[in-house]
């Protein structure tokens, strides 16, 4: 009952005793995410609130309450709401925070879900803010490492793409070094890990860094790729400079450990080869799927059902 009525905002946020109690329960949902429901959350209603787009995220919250037996209510544009009148977000969360027992909200400002959890009494979510953080998506990542690999300390992790503006790696990056894996932060040029997320990081291990991925690929337990974030950029024609500068491929993975696995928080673009789908190192659809189960966990611990 430790999370119950909490905000997950960071990924901060939660204890390692609480990390594990998510994949504890999430193991128990794996059966009910693929398909036999249970009545866990008859009665709850969920608010997803995406001001940003969405798939995975928002679709595995919302699988997440069916399969539970609560319900949703969400916008399909945020466009379509009052704020577009000109009503202020605070007014939307309270407003919404009365209809709802929690909400899950994206946004493409930093530090706008915390804010969010300020106005409302239930326990709110952050589902992305801006190129801050991504808890929930962190977590489900670690599940992933977890289930495979049975352990994250001491593991040799590879982040590779955007880590500037990318709110996962920036969420797992701090998760990561907390657990005492080994991090290896790739980078094209001007797309580094913020001096912020670094500091955090080094308090507890010492990345490696550096910009050429075959250097450091034979290390690698876990390679973690990411899509450059077009949408954060001010100007286009600087993420037109570094468009495809990296690309996991075959030739790559030949000199890659062979139980290495590769993620991806999805959606991809063409930072990996198609072809590498077919090869047992590819876990990213797993990992989404690892969403619906994590999120189940999520939702039921804190309404305070489990
Ligand atoms: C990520 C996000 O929104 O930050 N997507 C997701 O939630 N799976 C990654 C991305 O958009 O690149």
Redesign the pocket.
């Known amino acids: 009952m430790m999370l119950k009525g909490k905000d997950i905002i960071s990924i901060k946020d939660l204890s390692e005793k609480e990390i594990f109690e998510i994949f504890e329960v999430a193991k128990e949902m794996v059966p009910i995410a693929k398909g036999r429901s249970l009545d866990l959350l008859k009665g709850k209603v969920l608010a997803t609130l995406f001001f940003e787009p969405?798939t995975?995220?928002r679709f595995s919250f919302e699988t997440a309450m069916y399969r539970l037996g609560g319900n949703v209510i969400s916008f399909a544009d945020p466009k379509l709401t009052s704020l577009s009148k000109g009503e202020t977000l605070a007014d939307t969360i309270r407003m919404v925070d009365s209809y709802s027992d929690v909400i899950v909200m994206r946004h493409s400002y930093e530090g706008a879900a915390r804010l969010a959890s300020k106005f409302a009494e239930h326990p709110v979510i952050n589902a992305?803010d801006g190129a801050g953080q991504?808890p929930t998506?962190t977590l489900l990542d670690l599940f992933t490492i977890w289930s495979h690999i049975g352990k994250i300390k001491d593991l040799n992790v590879g982040l590779i793409g955007d880590l500037k503006y990318?709110?996962?790696v920036h969420s797992l990056a701090i998760a990561l070094s907390n657990f005492g894996a080994n991090l290896y932060l790739v980078s094209p040029k001007g797309l580094e890990m913020p001096d912020h997320i670094l500091r955090e990081i080094r308090e507890k291990v010492k990345p490696k860094i550096t910009d050429d991925m075959n250097s450091i690929i034979g290390d690698l337990d876990v390679l973690y790729v990411?899509?450059i974030?077009k949408e954060r950029f001010p100007d286009i024609s600087e993420y037109l400079k570094i468009a495809g500068s990296y690309r996991v491929d075959l030739a790559l993975l030949e000199k890659a450990k062979k139980d290495m696995i590769i993620m991806h928080?999805?959606?991809r673009i063409d930072e990996i080869a198609p072809e590498v789908d077919y090869t047992p190192h590819a876990k990213y659809f797993e990992q989404a799927f690892n969403g619906v189960p994590v999120r189940m966990a999520i939702l039921s611990l804190v309404l305070g059902v489990r």
């Open positions: 969405s995975r995220t992305g991504h998506q990318g709110r996962t990411t899509r974030q928080p999805l959606p």
